[in-house]
């Protein structure tokens, strides 16, 4: 049997591996910042003078008022985006040759997802922080303190934690990495029925209610109360509740498929 | 088992593997001994690969007892991936990584420790003629190149019983003959080897013994020289530069068979010295002309088709058709 200590060395060159990857092939990580920051651009430039004279409440209103509105939630469709590029490249390693000669090896089973885990969390922190980078140039502000910021950050990991475990269980159970580049699409669909563009107070009824009870508007909202002020209330205990719900029940469903193996084609 | 027969490095018995009411493996029994070439010769299709995914772990028969190393696949399958490499018949290299990487990788997971592993890949790297393109990206790998990578990947960790699935499928003359030369030295080291061929004289040139598998059984199992005993293959072939001579010849060798198209006489006969020259004698004192000579000698080729009554090409049903006939 492989004692803790060999896991832990199993897992650490998983990572290698996968963070080698990332730095060799830079351009799924430059795809993946590329999505949030063309969706700020665009929210901020093209609709953010009209959106940020309806926010009412939040200042002054116009543009500068819907930037500070729009960060949090374009930080939320970042962790979104990021996660698809842990689905790629599950799929990429399971419908490759290496997976049968890691499973021929006396290594810690749980090593090769450990790896891609971490490897993709860390992928998405540094997306995150360039992300906020273009935040900052643009001019957003925050009065944050340190410790809100820290929270912040924690619950963005947390939930990155939750959509990494999502999308590496939906690149396992992908036949294909094509397949899995799509299927976990609805990931940065959902954002926009959230409260991460607009408030849903705007919306009409039945789309409403949706929007107030996806994971992704307390998520939004907790994050918005952090790192721009306004009420969180309860909406943290929800953001917690959902990622802790999400990462445990694909992390369950992850390493069911994993170990399933996969039924070989007759030689 | 008997206690004081040695055990064989690789024993199966009665193995059976059916994928949905497709079987593909049908009560396959074999033993490896210690230090020796074991090759599974038979065609697409016949459950070769089967065999290698079962008795290396990564997949689980339906019935059987299978042990290597001493070891149960099914109860103990760590114990056995301690033992074994296994180089399959895709290539299981990382392609956004290096060869040196690769070998890295390997050892790593190996758990080789930092000197003694950079040893061992500058070794392997050597002998498997990569060191050149060492830290060049696998995209600049011919097929050989990533063929002699896989390899050595598998050697990094020393295992003592290497599988080989279709070692040479794919590869041009040369990389073939060079991978067998790698293969034969693996085993003056004291490896054990089980490799699958679908090419014959693979089998005949590598193997201390060979089974034949055909639709999931064993249908033959032996040395590669007593396979070869098995059937009378061997003839000594005439060829003639006129059909008199070759009528002349046929009437004079009772048990001889004529092709009048092609004027080839083909004589039964081992090839012996004393048997060839009794023939060129007879056809001296009759003064029959013959224009060439040529010896036949019984090949695998002819043992597959005396032990399953079709020929091999025959079953070949979902790839290539060129396959068998080398």
Redesign the interface.
Known sequence: ??SVA?TL??SA?ML??NL??QL??PSLTLMLAGFPIVFLLLFVFVFGGQLGTGLGGHGAGGRGAYLTYVVPGILIITVASAALGTAISVATDMT???I????????SRGAVLTGHVIGSLLQTLAVLVLVLGVALALGFRSHASALAWLAAAGMLTLFAFALIWLSTALGLAAKSVETASNTPMFLTLLPFLSSAFVATATMPAGLRQFAEYQPFTPITQTIRGLLTGGAIGTQAIAAIAWSVGIALASYLWAVRLYNR?R????? | MTINMPVPTISARAVRKSFGDHVVLDGVDLAVTDGTIFALLGPNGAGKTTMVRILSTLIAADAGDIQVGGHDVASDPDAVRALIGVTGQFSAVDNLLTGEENLRLMADLRHLGRAAGRRRIAELLERFDLTGAARKPLSTYSGGMRRRLDLAMTLVGDPAVIFLDEPTTGLDPRSRRTMWQIIRELVTGGVTIFLTTQYLDEADQLADRVAVLDHGRIVAEGTPAELKRRIPGGHIQLQFAEPDALHAAATMIPDAVPDDDQLILQVPGDGSVASLRRLLNELDETSIDVEHLSIHSPDLDDVFFAVTGHATTHLSADRDEEVLQS
Request: charged residues 30%; proline residues 3%; hydrophobic residues 30%.
């Open positions: 049997m492989t060999y060395t199993d060159t290698r591996r080698k990857h060799r092939y490759g040759g290496i049968d000669r890691f499973r021929t090896m006396a290594i193996r039924a070989a084609t007759p030689s």
